[in-house]
């Protein structure tokens, strides 16, 4: 099922991730799927979903810093880069309350508020959601709800959103990581480090998801 992007696709949306569904939402990077994060292991239900390795964490996304608030341990850095450049495509990882052990990561949780006004709608009304790409690990990522519910067959719905340009990249969000003394950029996404202002990764990082 595909709903539209309007006020009542959004709220059908809602209701589907209140159920407990998995869901694909658009982004300001790649298109992605979500489950509400305050369900029983949600990265758990993610990974079910696209078919994916249990040990690879889930991203945390809402439409603010306050519906963040309950799983993180904000750093310094972290609250000065989330200053500079939300809502937008960069993703930090900072350390996790106990809340949010549950997306999946070993001590720590990657957060990030997108640059989407549709998605950030659905959060307003729904709270703060587990994410990952929209794609079969392995494979690139979806770039619309059609072609999400085409590779995931298990999601319970799709939220309308742009679609990639055709033949377009789809750039994932970059990824900081903010629990040390200085951030270290772990993945270049739609943001260099040049834009970030850190150091350049080791091996130029990249991916995607």
């Known amino acids: 099922m595909i709903f539209t992007a309007d006020d009542r696709g959004v709220e059908a949306a809602a209701s589907c991730l209140r159920a407990g569904g998995v869901i694909g939402i658009p982004t300001d990077t790649v298109y992605g799927i979500a489950v509400l994060a305050d369900l029983e292991r949600p990265a758990e239900r993610l ?33 000065a880069l989330a200053r500079r450049h939300w809502p937008g495509p960069l993703t930090l990882i900072v350390p996790a309350t106990a809340a949010g052990l549950g997306l999946g990561g070993r001590g720590t949780v990657g957060v990030r508020i997108p640059a989407c006004p549709l998605v950030r709608r659905l959060f307003v009304r729904v709270g703060p959601c587990a994410t990952t790409s929209a794609n079969r690990h392995g494979e690139p990522p979806a770039t619309d709800a059609a072609a999400a519910l ?27 990581d903010c629990t040390g003394a200085r951030p270290v950029l772990l993945r270049v996404g739609a943001l260099d480090a040049a834009a970030l202002g850190v150091a350049e990764p080791e091996g130029g990082a990249t991916g995607s998801g």
């Open 150 to 176: 085409s590779a995931l067959p298990m999601l319970a719905g799709a939220l309308e959103g742009p679609a990639q340009a055709p033949g377009a990249p789809a750039h994932p969000s970059s990824i900081l």
């Open 47 to 79: 990974a079910a979903a696209k078919g994916r390795p249990l040990d690879q964490p889930a991203i945390l996304m809402g439409a603010d810093v306050g519906q963040l608030a309950p799983y993180v341990r904000w750093t310094a850095a972290a609250t």
